[in-house]
């Protein structure tokens, strides 16, 4: 087991000054793997004032001195890929296959998006006789979840190192090991002491801390709503700005006129990527309500190709992150049992031949209604309900008829039907017919599901103020 007791703050590790830890455990055999300290607010008193510090000298550096940096710091996690990969198959889970294909390239494309964004912002235009400027909004809090370690962190990090900010990041305590690497790569790449500070806690510690900071001018939260709306309420005093991106439900809406099968393979496999531990996985399958004995067939022959086991292994789901999440989806699928939900394939319990560790078996849920539990909470694991709609109308309802809006997914053969459904979802993204996912588009919610954008120039933004200077060109 690996002992963690140092954070990184004022471009040094330092010895925390509360003495509560949190003990790691791998979720693939449930044994422990680290020990790491949990800062109180003295910890972060010390790291909020060392971004302080700096950011009075790293606002003053020029576009050219910070892409050499982040330059820098793109080799570096380049060079470090695999090794960040398997921290994340250790602290999480994630098959090591996934962890190389999805779960390290995603921290490196945020990176480059944030290079490319910085090298193309324009930062000063002058109106008139009036000079518009766009300036770092200051020290910035980046509080991030456990299911996406390197997407959640780098997505925030890069772009406030780009706009000019200094920061403390709090990555969750259950996938802090690979978080832990990003900071040395950062310390490594030569960013001023102060700029980029460390942390581990707990939200209500450490977090709370953060968001109440007076001088903390900005936080990023990815994370629950319920956390999202504590760090709203925390930051109210002090005004500052509050990006959230926050949970989804996101609807797949499979139309009439396309191929059953595929649609319906494809979706269920769209809803287990990361183990179903995204934020916007289409967990809400809408078919054609006559066709829902044809969905459910090919949905459980979709679902029971999923092999599940050892991340180390060639499987396709490994376990999901912790205890508390696994008994939480199997709390979850008791209920739709409960509510009347036809429980297709998978259910309560490990897969056969898994007693240690928290594998979930792939499941499926046939002939949900849009108001039972399952098809309400967002459930992070790999469970799908299948959801059977009339009309077209009546699709559009469902899929609107959910507290969240981050994401919909619509199957449509006609482009111009899918472009004039997609008008009318009330949601922050939208993928037709099987779009890849895209780095450098905006990113975030409606509704419960946040405020504000990530992804290369829209996260940028997020971190800027502007300034007007009137009589500026006399």
Same mark, same amino acid.
């Given at each position: 087991?690996?002992?963690?007791?140092?954070?990184?703050?004022?471009?040094?590790?330092?010895?925390?000054?509360?003495?509560?830890?949190?003990?790691?455990?791998?979720?693939?055999?449930?044994?422990?793997?680290?020990?790491?300290?949990?800062?109180?607010?003295?910890?972060?008193?010390?790291?909020?004032?060392?971004?302080?510090?700096?950011?009075?000298?790293?606002?003053?550096?020029?576009?050219?001195?910070?892409?050499?940096?982040?330059?820098?710091?793109?080799?570096?996690?380049?060079?470090?890929?695999?090794?960040?990969?398997?921290?994340?198959?250790?602290?999480?889970?994630?098959?090591? %296959?996934?962890?190389?294909?999805?779960?390290?390239?995603?921290?490196?494309? *945020?990176? +480059? !998006? $944030?290079?490319? #964004? /910085?090298?193309?912002?324009?930062?000063?235009?002058?109106?008139?006789?009036?000079?518009?400027?766009?300036?770092?909004?200051?020290?910035?809090?980046?509080?991030?979840?456990?299911?996406?370690?390197?997407?959640?962190?780098?997505?925030?990090?890069?772009?406030?190192?780009?706009?000019?900010c200094t920061m403390v990041a709090k990555p969750s305590e259950f996938s802090p090991l690979s978080s832990i690497r990003f900071a040395e790569l950062v310390h490594? %790449?030569?960013?001023?002491?102060?700029?980029?500070?460390?942390?581990?806690? *707990?939200? +209500? !510690? $450490?977090?709370? #801390? /953060?968001?109440?900071?007076?001088?903390?001018?900005?936080?990023?939260?990815?994370?629950?709503?319920?956390?999202?709306?504590?760090?709203?309420?925390?930051?109210?005093?002090?005004?500052?700005?509050?990006?959230?991106?926050?949970?989804?439900?996101?609807?797949?809406?499979?139309m009439r006129d396309v191929d059953l099968e595929k649609a319906v393979k494809d979706g269920v496999n769209a809803c287990y990527v990361n183990c179903g531990q995204?934020?916007? %996985?289409?967990?809400?399958?809408?078919?054609?309500?006559?066709?829902?004995?044809?969905?459910? !067939?090919?949905?459980?022959?979709?679902?029971?190709?999923?092999?599940?086991?050892?991340?180390?292994?060639?499987?396709?789901?490994?376990?999901?992150?912790?205890?508390?999440?696994?008994?939480?989806?199997?709390?979850?699928?008791?209920?739709?049992?409960?509510?009347?939900?036809?429980?297709?394939?998978?259910?309560?319990?490990?897969?056969?031949?898994?007693?240690?560790?928290?594998?979930?078996?792939?499941?499926?849920?046939?002939?949900?209604?849009?108001?039972?539990?399952?098809?309400?909470?967002?459930?992070?694991?790999?469970?799908?309900?299948?959801?059977?709609?009339?009309?077209?109308?009546?699709?559009?309802?469902?899929?609107?008829?959910?507290?969240?809006?981050?994401?919909?997914?619509?199957?449509?053969?006609?482009?111009?039907?899918?472009?004039?459904?997609?008008?009318?979802?009330?949601?922050?993204?939208?993928?037709?017919?099987?779009?890849?996912?895209?780095?450098?588009?905006?990113?975030?919610?409606?509704?419960?599901?946040?405020?504000?954008?990530?992804?290369?120039?829209?996260?940028?933004?997020?971190?800027?103020?502007?300034?007007?200077?009137?009589?500026?060109?006399?």
């Amino acid at each position: 087991m690996r002992n963690i007791d140092k954070f990184y703050i004022d471009g040094k590790w330092v010895a925390p000054l509360s003495k509560v830890t949190h003990r790691l455990i791998n979720p693939a055999d449930e044994t422990p793997i680290a020990e790491i300290p949990m800062a109180d607010a003295a910890d972060v008193d010390r790291a909020v004032a060392a971004a302080k510090a700096a950011f009075e000298t790293y606002s003053m550096t020029s576009r050219d001195e910070r892409l050499v940096l982040l330059r820098r710091l793109l080799d570096l996690y380049n060079a470090a890929y695999d090794e960040i990969a398997e921290l994340m198959t250790r602290e999480m889970g994630t098959p090591i %296959a996934f962890s190389k294909s999805a779960q390290a390239w995603v921290g490196q494309a *945020h990176l +480059e !998006a $944030a290079i490319a #964004a /910085l090298e193309k912002a324009k930062l000063e235009e002058v109106h008139g006789s009036t000079l518009i400027s766009k300036e770092p909004i200051g020290v910035c809090a980046l509080i991030t979840p456990w299911n996406w370690p390197m997407n959640q962190l780098v997505v925030k990090a890069a772009p406030a190192l780009a706009a000019g900010c200094t920061m403390v990041a709090k990555p969750s305590e259950f996938s802090p090991l690979s978080s832990i690497r990003f900071a040395e790569l950062v310390h490594e %790449a030569g960013f001023p002491a102060g700029v980029y500070n460390h942390i581990t806690g *707990h939200g +209500e !510690a $450490a977090g709370e #801390a /953060l968001s109440r900071h007076p001088d903390v001018a900005m936080v990023s939260i990815t994370g629950s709503t319920r956390a999202g709306v504590a760090v709203a309420r925390a930051a109210a005093d002090t005004v500052k700005r509050v990006a959230q991106e926050l949970g989804g439900k996101s609807a797949n809406i499979i139309m009439r006129d396309v191929d059953l099968e595929k649609a319906v393979k494809d979706g269920v496999n769209a809803c287990y990527v990361n183990c179903g531990q995204a934020c916007r %996985a289409p967990s809400r399958m809408l078919v054609p309500a006559e066709r829902m004995e044809e969905a459910k !067939a090919w949905a459980t022959e979709a679902a029971d190709a999923h092999t599940v086991g050892s991340p180390n292994e060639d499987v396709v789901l490994g376990p999901v992150v912790n205890e508390l999440q696994f008994n939480r989806i199997q709390a979850l699928i008791e209920k739709g049992i409960a509510e009347g939900a036809t429980l297709v394939t998978g259910g309560p319990g490990r897969p056969a031949g898994l007693n240690r560790g928290y594998y979930v078996r792939p499941t499926v849920f046939g002939d949900v209604t849009n108001e039972m539990t399952i098809a309400r909470e967002e459930i992070f694991g790999p469970v799908i309900t299948l959801i059977g709609y009339e009309t077209d109308e009546d699709a559009i309802r469902i899929a609107n008829d959910t507290v969240y809006g981050l994401s919909g997914y619509i199957q449509c053969a006609d482009i111009e039907k899918a472009r004039a459904i997609a008008r009318r979802l009330r949601v922050g993204s939208i993928w037709i017919n099987g779009a890849d996912w895209d780095p450098r588009a905006p990113f975030g919610g409606y509704k419960q599901s946040g405020n504000g954008r990530e992804h290369a120039e829209w996260g940028f933004e997020d971190y800027l103020e502007v300034k007007s200077t009137a009589g500026y060109a006399a």
